[in-house]
């Protein structure tokens, strides 16, 4: 059985400071509003406990029937610049993947550079590297209207 | 550096099979035979212990007295997906005096091969500061699976 892996980078300039993108990026509440993998898609806060050891757990899929669980646990948190964790993936009680992200902030004037490296091994032989770019492509689209939108209000 | 300058695989064919294989990584005192007390000269383990289940960690802390790499190394897991027999996922940071400088995604598969198991190992990292990252990673886990060989075969000796 060969694993089914891969890594991938992305880098996206976000309209908030590090210390205000770092909260969007790790609370659980802001989570739900911008890292639903797919348009039609929600994700659902089950528990949070953003801490270094710390796990939470949000619910995702459609909207009607949100049958998929994010597994989040918290390695590295060195707010504002540096956040490790793993997101582990289940339906039914099967894990389908889990991933490996790094976030790296870098002050840019009043706005960050985000940079994201993604590692991720696939259960399930699909196409895990498409799958996962697809996704992470969406969500941090998603993210850049909502730093957006908050850079205008001026809270996060 | 490239996504797959980050990533590294690993192949072992061990003569046993996956059943004794896997004990090797989930069980305590077989994991610290070939994960810990395999060390060579001038390391000393200053705290090691296992925890293998989903969720369930890893955390070892291992000092190296003198030479090329001299500190305190250590190492902090957790399991994310364990299939019994064949399949492990794992991630973990490495850290040297304090300070964290690499975090991993590792996958580990065992399979059957007839005259016993194949093992794949295979890591995808990310550096954080100054590491020494893959080639790191890859030396250190080489030099691991080497032992890990040895113990299977009932040739290694204390210390």
Redesign the interface.
Same mark, same amino acid.
């Given at each position: 059985m060969k694993p089914d892996t891969a890594s991938l980078d992305f880098e996206r300039r976000l309209a908030l400071p590090p210390a205000r993108l770092w909260e969007v990026l790790t609370d659980a509440r802001h989570r739900e509003q911008w890292g639903a993998p797919s348009e039609g898609t929600v994700l659902e806060l089950v528990e949070a406990d953003v801490r270094e050891g710390g796990r939470d757990r949000h619910r995702c899929g459609p909207a009607e029937a949100p049958e998929f669980t994010v597994d989040t646990r918290w390695y590295r948190l060195d707010a504002p610049l540096l956040a490790v964790f793993t997101e582990t993936v289940e339906i039914g009680g099967e894990a389908i993947f889990t991933s490996l992200v790094t976030y790296r902030l870098t002050p840019a004037g009043t706005a960050t550079v985000l940079g994201v490296t993604v590692a991720v091994s696939s259960f399930v032989g699909v196409d895990v590297a498409g799958d996962t770019r697809t996704g992470w492509e969406s969500g941090l689209a998603n993210l850049e209207r909502y730093t957006s939108a908050l850079d205008r209000e001026g809270t996060a | 550096m490239s *996504? #797959?300058d &980050?990533?590294f695989t690993l192949t072992r064919d061990l003569a046993a099979c996956p059943a004794e294989v896997f004990a090797c990584w989930a069980e305590a005192e077989k994991k610290r035979a070939w994960f810990v007390d395999s060390d060579g000269p001038g390391w000393e383990t200053r705290a090691y212990a296992l925890d293998f289940r989903v969720?369930g960690t890893e955390t070892g802390s291992f000092e190296l007295k003198e030479g090329p790499g001299a500190g305190v190394h250590e190492n #902090?897991t957790?399991f994310? /997906?364990i299939e019994p027999e &064949? &399949?492990i996922?794992f *991630?973990y !940071?490495m850290a040297m005096n304090g300070r /964290?400088h690499s #975090?991993?995604?590792a996958?580990v598969?065992f399979?059957e091969t007839g005259d016993g198991t194949r093992l /794949?190992f !295979?890591e995808?990292? #990310?550096e954080?500061g100054e590491s020494d990252g893959v080639n790191g990673r890859r030396g250190g886990w080489e030099g691991l699976l080497g032992h890990l060989e040895t113990c299977l075969n009932g040739e290694m000796t204390d210390g």
């Amino acid at each position: 059985m060969k694993p089914d892996t891969a890594s991938l980078d992305f880098e996206r300039r976000l309209a908030l400071p590090p210390a205000r993108l770092w909260e969007v990026l790790t609370d659980a509440r802001h989570r739900e509003q911008w890292g639903a993998p797919s348009e039609g898609t929600v994700l659902e806060l089950v528990e949070a406990d953003v801490r270094e050891g710390g796990r939470d757990r949000h619910r995702c899929g459609p909207a009607e029937a949100p049958e998929f669980t994010v597994d989040t646990r918290w390695y590295r948190l060195d707010a504002p610049l540096l956040a490790v964790f793993t997101e582990t993936v289940e339906i039914g009680g099967e894990a389908i993947f889990t991933s490996l992200v790094t976030y790296r902030l870098t002050p840019a004037g009043t706005a960050t550079v985000l940079g994201v490296t993604v590692a991720v091994s696939s259960f399930v032989g699909v196409d895990v590297a498409g799958d996962t770019r697809t996704g992470w492509e969406s969500g941090l689209a998603n993210l850049e209207r909502y730093t957006s939108a908050l850079d205008r209000e001026g809270t996060a | 550096m490239s *996504a #797959a300058d &980050r990533s590294f695989t690993l192949t072992r064919d061990l003569a046993a099979c996956p059943a004794e294989v896997f004990a090797c990584w989930a069980e305590a005192e077989k994991k610290r035979a070939w994960f810990v007390d395999s060390d060579g000269p001038g390391w000393e383990t200053r705290a090691y212990a296992l925890d293998f289940r989903v969720g369930g960690t890893e955390t070892g802390s291992f000092e190296l007295k003198e030479g090329p790499g001299a500190g305190v190394h250590e190492n #902090a897991t957790t399991f994310l /997906v364990i299939e019994p027999e &064949r &399949r492990i996922d794992f *991630a973990y !940071t490495m850290a040297m005096n304090g300070r /964290v400088h690499s #975090a991993s995604l590792a996958t580990v598969t065992f399979e059957e091969t007839g005259d016993g198991t194949r093992l /794949v190992f !295979t890591e995808t990292l #990310a550096e954080i500061g100054e590491s020494d990252g893959v080639n790191g990673r890859r030396g250190g886990w080489e030099g691991l699976l080497g032992h890990l060989e040895t113990c299977l075969n009932g040739e290694m000796t204390d210390g």
